[in-house]
């Protein structure tokens, strides 16, 4: 990178994944800052053109845009997930790509164990029977509905344990509950118990899904491994859309193979209205959440520091969180 031009042009493709109350910090060196709210995929390389750093969060960065904007060199992903780069492109042309880490692991976690509880808990089921008019009505001073479980000692399964399944299993593990993994690498756990994927679909009554969404696991969880799992059992997605099959898991839920799920991430987003998961979420048993598990306060608030410090050190010749 040549430190003695006199302007860095930085650009940030979608700037409206981040509210606009948390201000992203200016770089020291000399720069440009162009902000655009969102780039449609037609807009890409006109906006791109002349840039030394693009911002992306859900911008989709091909090996085209890079052939046609050469002066980029570093492209800083404003999320955890960088599923939206070629990465193969970024190393042939040696354009390095940083991403935020160690940002929402406390908040995706606590979304986690808050679906948790309100699935096994029944609080849907219960709440809707006082709008409803039921516990006004009942002959005794509660009302008896759909069966409340504890999670103490409920089975808590993970799905890829990098450092989002590990909060959560963390947090599992605190409440009483018994935790078991899978991953494809090895783990040191004291609090959690490494086992097969194949166990974890069978023996689990909560399963948390946080491994990316690769060629390997699209369509990971589908009729096959819904049908195996235990008929009381919970889904729980805030990983990425796609990881699981949503037309096989509607069926699932409209066939009763399994107790409920909660989904953050959906394989459309924002998803249309013919989205097959948008047809059951009026259902008790049934959470679908706006891909906000991530977005606490003080989470939103990492990510925009964490970002501008990773442009900042790739702008001084130090970058960091690479990973490309």
């Not at 085209?64 to 980029?72: G, H, I, N, R």
């Not at 796609?242 to 069926?251: L, P």
């Amino acid at each position: 990178m040549q430190q003695n031009q006199l302007f860095k042009k930085i650009v940030f493709l979608d700037r409206v994944g981040l509210p606009e109350r948390f201000s992203v910090r200016a770089p020291e060196l000399n720069h440009r800052w162009n902000n655009y709210d969102s780039t449609s995929p037609e807009h890409i390389i006109e906006r791109s053109i002349g840039a030394d750093v693009l911002i992306t969060n859900k911008v989709k960065i091909t090996r085209e845009t890079l052939l046609a904007c050469p002066s980029v060199e570093h492209i800083a992903v404003a999320a955890t997930g960088f599923n939206v780069i070629d990465i193969d492109a970024c190393r042939e042309l040696g354009v390095s790509v940083s991403n935020i880490p160690s940002y929402a692991a406390t908040t995706v976690a606590e979304h986690v164990i808050a679906s948790a509880l309100c699935l096994r808990r029944q609080l849907l089921s219960y709440r809707q029977s006082v709008i409803n008019g039921e516990w006004q009505k009942s002959r005794s001073f509660c009302l008896f509905g759909d069966p409340i479980n504890d999670l103490k000692n409920s089975i808590f399964a993970v799905i890829g344990f990098g450092e989002l399944g590990r909060a959560a299993a963390e947090k599992a593990a605190a409440l009483g509950m018994r935790v078991i993994f899978a991953s494809r690498g090895k783990h040191r756990c004291e609090f959690a118990k490494q086992v097969s994927f194949d166990e974890v679909i069978t023996s689990a009554d909560i399963i948390s899904i946080h491994c990316s969404l690769t060629a390997e696991t699209s369509n990971l969880i589908s009729t096959p491994q819904l049908r195996r799992m235990q008929p009381h059992a919970i889904l729980i997605n805030t990983a990425r859309g796609g990881i699981v099959n949503e037309v096989d898991v509607v069926q699932a839920i409209n066939d009763k193979l399994i107790g409920g799920i909660s989904f953050d991430v959906l394989i459309g987003e924002p998803p249309s209205d013919d989205s097959p998961l948008l047809s059951i979420a009026n259902l008790e048993n049934v959470i679908i959440t706006p891909h906000s598990a991530w977005a606490s306060e003080q989470a939103m608030q990492r990510l925009a520091d964490i970002l501008a410090d990773n442009v900042d050190a790739f702008l001084l010749g130090s970058p960091k969180n690479l990973v490309s």
